[in-house]
Structure formats: structure tokens, C-alpha cells
């Protein structure tokens, strides 16, 4: 079975700085699909990045961008010039591959709770 | 250009009684998913649905609790003779049919679950 793990339960950064969530998994498979879900206070649930695995590029989303090291199954999130707005839950996900059959619900990490300090 | 709806957005049962939840997706998404999200926890999958079909149920409790997603309406989820520990966020997300890509899962704002 699939894990994800979210070794950070908190995380807080000054506004405007650079803070990194990381994120591991554990998969048998080649080929799956990895999330940064992003959830505030009011408990909605917003995709933040997503990286295909049998892409080498980092993804990119404006300030958001991942380090994603395949090889040491290793997805982080770096946020660039925090924002108040940033403050959440942030919740990494993992899910296979069609090629490889079988389910397509999502498998998460228990979160990090990103502060923002003004 | 609605995202995914789900209500009621909070719902108090009583222990014993019958809940209903209710999701409809993003139109052109014919493809459904539930988690539940326990307190201070993340989502956990429970069921994958597409019209009139059960894909995956295999995160579901294997009593009092039912998915359907018929041909006309929404998605429902029913939890039968709620007891306290259903207490939680359920939230549904919704993707696109189609195959090879990441299909993205998108959610709905949830329903909280409290059971007296």
C-alpha cells in the first residue's frame, strides 16, 4: 500500500520569505501522479501544484514550485514570498497511475500547518 | 462555472438516525470520489464512483455506510444509524473522465457531520 508522510505537523515563516514543506512517499509503482493540496481555515479544499512522475521538470505554479527527487521519493513544496493569504493546512498526495489499474482515490499525508508571521 | 457542490454544508444527526449527504460535480466531470477527514487528520479515501457504477469502495466501512451515483442527480453518501465516531468532514471531489492523465480531483467546500 501507498504512504505519504508529512514529517512537519508546523511550519511558520515571516511574510514575504521562502519556507519549504517537505513530503515523502512510499509506492512499488513507476508511473503516479503527486499533489499539494492546500486547505485554510475555511476547510475548503484547494490544489495548489501537481507533478506527473514521468516528468523530470519541476513543476510551477507562480510563487509555488516543488522539488520532486524520484529516486529518493521526495516531493516538497517551496513557497516564495509567503503570503498572509498563504497560512493553511497543506496536504501532499499521492495517486497512481492509470496504466497501472486499480484505484484512483487520492492517498494523504496528515498535513502541515503553515504560520505566517507578519 | 460552478466547482463542485455539496450540501448540506453542516448536518447534526442524533446517534441512531439516518444521514444523507449529497454532491454533484463539476460539470463534464462524471467521475466522484468521498473522504472523510477526522479531526486534526488528513482525508481518507472511502469510494470512487461514476454514473451507476461503484469503481472502488475499498476505503468504505463495511456496515452502515453507502455510496450511490445514479443517472440523473447528485452523488449520495448515506451513513445509517450514525453512532458518535462519524463525526467528521466528509468532502467529494470530482474529475474528468479521461484516461493518461493526472486527473486532477477537485473538491467540494464539504459537509461537517456531527453526531449528538
Known amino acids: 500500500a501507498q504512504t505519504v508522510t508529512q514529517s512537519q505537523p508546523e511550519m511558520s515563516v515571516q511574510e514575504a520569505e521562502t519556507v519549504t514543506l517537505s513530503c515523502t512517499y512510499d509506492?512499488?509503482?513507476?508511473?503516479?501522479?503527486l499533489f499539494w493540496y492546500k486547505q485554510p481555515p475555511s476547510r475548503q479544499m484547494i490544489l495548489v501544484i501537481r507533478?506527473?512522475?514521468?516528468?523530470?521538470q519541476n513543476a510551477t505554479e507562480n510563487r509555488f514550485s516543488v522539488n520532486f527527487q524520484k529516486a529518493a521519493k521526495s516531493f516538497s513544496l517551496k513557497i516564495s514570498d509567503s503570503q498572509l493569504g498563504d497560512a493553511a493546512m497543506y496536504f501532499c498526495?499521492?495517486?497512481?497511475?492509470?496504466?497501472?489499474?486499480?484505484?484512483?482515490?487520492?492517498?494523504f499525508g496528515k498535513g502541515t500547518h503553515l504560520i505566517i508571521q507578519p | 462555472n460552478a466547482g463542485v457542490m455539496q450540501n448540506p454544508r453542516h448536518l447534526v444527526r442524533r446517534r441512531g438516525q439516518e444521514a444523507r449527504l449529497r454532491c454533484s460535480p463539476m460539470?463534464?466531470?462524471?467521475?466522484v470520489y468521498w473522504y472523510r477527514q477526522l479531526p486534526e487528520e488528513g482525508l481518507k479515501f472511502m469510494v470512487y464512483?461514476?454514473?451507476?457504477?461503484?469503481?472502488?469502495e475499498s476505503g468504505m466501512p463495511k456496515e452502515r455506510f453507502s455510496a450511490e451515483f445514479p443517472k440523473e442527480g447528485p452523488s449520495i453518501l448515506r451513513i445509517q444509524q450514525v453512532v458518535r465516531g462519524d463525526s467528521a468532514a466528509y468532502f467529494c471531489?470530482?474529475?474528468?473522465?479521461?484516461?493518461?492523465?493526472?486527473?486532477?480531483?477537485?473538491f467540494g467546500p464539504g459537509t461537517r457531520l456531527l453526531v449528538l
Open positions: 460539470k463534464g466531470h462524471s467521475h
Open positions: 507533478q506527473e512522475a514521468y516528468k523530470q
Open positions: 498526495a499521492y495517486r497512481r497511475s492509470d496504466s497501472g489499474g486499480g484505484a484512483d482515490g487520492l492517498t
Open positions: 464512483l461514476q454514473k451507476e457504477n461503484i469503481i472502488d
Open positions: 509506492t512499488s509503482e513507476s508511473d503516479y501522479y
Open positions: 471531489a470530482s474529475s474528468t473522465p479521461w484516461r493518461g492523465g493526472p486527473k486532477t480531483q477537485y
